[in-house]
């Protein structure tokens, strides 16, 4: 049996931008990044609830991804039927393998 590795969940990144409006104004939307990248997704822990909390705000969740060079703490990501806002984007500091995204469920449509 194969096992399914680190990155056994699949979430899509979003980016917010200004699209031209058929009416000739200018409407901002949510439009894919990036529509399959592999992940881990763990729920915090308490400790790390706490941590997180005191240092980026309010933070549920941590989701490890391979490195992506463009992912900004101002996208959002889809995960599981749900919408999280990116609050920190966390690099590898030791050889830019991957990425963290610490981020909350809380988020608004825009």
């Known amino acids: 049996m194969r096992r399914a590795g680190k990155y056994r969940h699949r979430i899509m990144l979003q980016a917010y931008q200004t699209v031209r409006d058929p009416l000739g104004g200018d409407a901002k939307m949510w439009a894919d990044w990036r529509p399959d990248v592999p992940a881990e997704v763990v729920p915090l822990s308490g400790r790390e609830f706490i941590a997180a909390q005191a240092e ?28 999280y806002a990116i609050r920190a984007v966390l690099p590898d500091a030791t050889a830019r393998r991957h990425i963290t995204l610490m981020v909350d469920s809380g988020v608004s449509d825009g």
């Open 56 to 83: 980026h705000g309010r933070v549920d969740a941590r989701m490890e991804i391979p490195h992506l060079p463009g992912v900004l703490p101002t996208m959002r990501v889809l995960f599981d039927g749900a919408v």
